[in-house]
């Protein structure tokens, strides 16, 4: 029997050779239960196909089932300029990806006693910080301005520009609150309890300078594309890799825990996770909370209800899926403008043959 190691091998020759005469690979059949490595022997001959035909030149993902790391790898390059491959380490900026580490700082505040959700703003910042923001607080529509109500904060559509501004805006002044309650920046208090605990070194809003070499460089139109400082941080600026999103995602179906070590209140991380309204929890509205999108919202999708995340810059495209029943996780990175189709079909393909493989049934 292959290994997992070198079936992936196996499946890039065959890309290498099969790859110019322009056809897709096979779809693999039916997968039987716990057939990992048919997933990945399938994926590491679909991605690079997919991403010659979308001109994306790097990508990396990562396949969780719990708290296993079934995948997670590189393809094409992180820099193609300075032939520097993507691989599972590589950094992207994440987007609006990044709401979902705010929101579980955030929780991580309430949890330590730092922070009350149902704290008014006014109380958890000082003065000359909430005066210049009274008329933009009311814009939010956040009535009244807590914690709470800002988490829930979210777009009506995928097309509600101004929603998505209002998102931004509540998370930066969420950002603000805990950096304040805890006398720290606001990188440095998720550095500190959410990243270093579940073995982040790379990630971050504002990464060490020694991770420097492993940001992926960006593209637009072709061109290589200097990203912008990012002054909203807590909203959208941060870089995170594909291996360390797994961990993430395995410490929220930990209930909180990662490797025995408690980062996250289990109703906490429930809430971080979960869609819908719970009753001892934040009871947030459905469609958007904690900026989770599920489409449609509240039905059952394939057997179970997934989450979905994308997070997107000038240059770069990501896609976060999750699968909370079966306790699956895709993450798909990308670093080019035209990366939106790609990552999305490569994450939808990917959930759907990690199903497949979790139920050992045809879930599509």
Known sequence: MFSLSRLVAVGMLLVAAGGCQGVPPDTPPPIAKGDYEAVVGYLAQRIPYDMNASGVPGLSIALVDDQRV???TGFGYADPLRHRSATSDTLYRVGSITKVLTAAGVLRAADDGRLTLDQPASQALPDWDIQPRR????WLG???VTARNLLAVHPGSLEDTMGR???????????DMVAHVASEPFDAYVRRTILQPLNMPRAGFQPDPRMLDLRASGYRRGSPW??????????????LSSSEMARFSSMLFAGGLYQGRRVLNADSARAVLDLETVDDGLALDCRLSLSWLAAPCG?????GSLREHSGATEAFHSRFVLA???KLAVLV??????????????SAMAMALMRQAKQGAVTQ
């Open 135 to 138: 008329g933009a607080m009311q």
């Open 324 to 326: 909370p029943g079966d």
């Open 70 to 72: 079934v995948w997670s």
């Open 226 to 239: 200097a990203e912008a400082p990012q002054p909203n941080e807590a909203a959208d600026g941060l870089w």
């Open 165 to 175: 501004a209002r998102a931004d805006m509540a998370y930066a002044l969420l950002g």
């Open 299 to 303: 039905e059952e999708i394939a057997g």
């Open 142 to 144: 956040a009535h009244p």
């Open 333 to 346: 990175m990308s670093n080019s403008d035209t990366g939106e189709p790609l990552v999305a079909s490569v």
